[in-house]
């Protein structure tokens, strides 16, 4: 079955035909060699492009082993553009061939093409990009599915959907999968590849058990500041005394290259500076999250605040964690129309929590809004001083409802 991913379809056609690399990046198995080399690909069809001018090559594939030399990839893929007219040229898992990124940009400079790549995780990383087509390429940032996607595809009561999605999450596969057990075994499956393959020996790292230990805490702390020192020192108290604040930084920075967690940083919106102490983590996909700690500390309100950050990243916001005064605000989502200062709240029933929440959005006069995501399931959405609450579903389930509200 394949899922259509359109909100992503559309990001990539904007690029067509722009002078640019572009590099679909993102946690393996999220649907990026489907969007590529199935979606994209009948998208093209559909714009009358000829389907021998549309080249695709995974390279992975073991008939392709010859094409891991970059000199015989680039010969392939010139024997491919004879004739005249604009070639789209897909490389899926591109990184698997030594120096790439020469080879393609060889045959930009040679050939009239369009040059999409994907990579896994292993080799080919965000970071990598900045460095190997800075200038030359457009990074896709692409992530499991959003409620709004599985929802699409799961149908049925909305609550018992999300009572899912907050379990295992939105890896594409899932979708045509029922049963629990089978379900977790796969997010095992993939948070111990990840883990493994473009983690441990990427970095050639040879201490397991602390990266191990990290990765756990890291996803116990979701929602909560964490401080490489803090974590430095728990894991000394815990029997590892080799490890120091600055390999826990270097171990987190390779976590987050690898797409398992994103990091939020900390935006003092008064002084209006980034803070350079104490950020948050987010998992990349709560279901991968949960698998990792066995399906234990499933905690409700970290869980929703994980799902939210994911979703503003989703819709293409840069996400922020934001300082007022001594206040936090959970969220400050941006983009190049509007700012929103969102908290998260499992409920506002109770006063002592809707005080503390709001609180939070007190003396900030600049105009945007202020929003509360919470699952209360109720009409009452103005709360007084221009703040307003959603609900979690409502939220999720219109890709506009930030603008609406």
């Known amino acids: 079955m394949i899922l259509k991913r359109d909100l992503y379809l559309k990001r990539l056609h904007k690029q067509k035909d722009k002078d640019l690399v572009k590099i679909i990046t993102g946690v393996r198995r999220c649907g990026k060699s489907t969007l590529l080399f199935d979606l994209y690909y009948q998208r093209l069809l559909d714009d009358g492009v000829p389907a021998d001018h549309i080249i695709r090559i995974a390279i992975d594939n073991i008939k392709n082993k010859e094409l891991l030399n970059p000199m015989n990839l680039y010969d392939e893929l010139a024997k491919l553009m004879q004739g005249s007219g604009r070639f789209y040229v897909f490389l899926d898992e591109i ?26 995780n292993s080799k080919f990383l965000s970071t990598d990009i900045n460095t190997k087509f800075r200038g030359r390429g457009i990074e896709l940032k692409m992530f499991p599915l959003s409620f709004n996607e599985y929802y699409g595809f799961r149908q049925g009561d909305k609550r018992t959907a999300f009572n899912e999605y907050m379990m295992y999450g939105g890896m594409p596969y899932l979708i045509q999968e029922l049963e629990p057990i089978q379900r977790a075994e796969y997010l095992r499956t993939i948070t111990e590849t990840v883990f493994t393959d473009d983690i441990v020996e990427r970095y050639g790292i040879r201490n397991t ?21 803090k974590i ?7 029997g ?39 950020y948050k983590y987010y ?93 209360d399931d109720d009409p009452f959405n103005d709360l007084g001083n221009g703040y307003k609450k959603i609900n979690m579903l409502d939220f999720l389930l219109d890709e506009e409802s930030l603008e609406k509200i």
């Open 209 to 229: 058990d602390v990266l191990r230990a990290l990765l756990s805490l890291l996803c116990s702390s979701i929602g909560s500041y964490v401080s490489s020192h």
């Open 283 to 375: 998992a990349v996909d709560i279901g991968l999250r949960n698998a990792f700690l066995n399906f234990r500390q499933i905690e409700p309100t970290h869980t929703i605040e994980n799902i939210v950050y994911l979703e503003l990243l989703h819709r293409g916001y840069i996400v922020d964690i934001g300082k007022n005064d001594q206040k936090e605000i959970d969220f400050v989502a941006k983009n190049m129309k509007d700012t929103y200062y969102i908290q998260v709240s499992y409920t506002l029933i109770d006063e002592n929590t809707r005080e503390r929440e709001l609180g939070s959005f007190k003396k900030l006069d600049d105009g945007y809004k202020k929003i509360v995501v919470t699952m």
């Open 95 to 120: 990184q698997l061939v030594e120096s790439f990124e020469d080879t393609i940009n060889g045959i930009k400079r040679d050939f009239d093409c369009d040059v999409y790549i994907t990579g896994s």
């Open 240 to 278: 590892r005394a080799s490890i120091d604040h600055k390999t826990v930084i270097r171990y987190m920075d390779h976590l987050c290259d690898s797409f398992l967690f994103y990091r939020a940083d900390r935006y003092d919106i008064k002084g209006k500076a980034y803070l350079k102490t104490l």
């Open 232 to 238: 430095a020192a728990t894991l000394k108290s815990n």
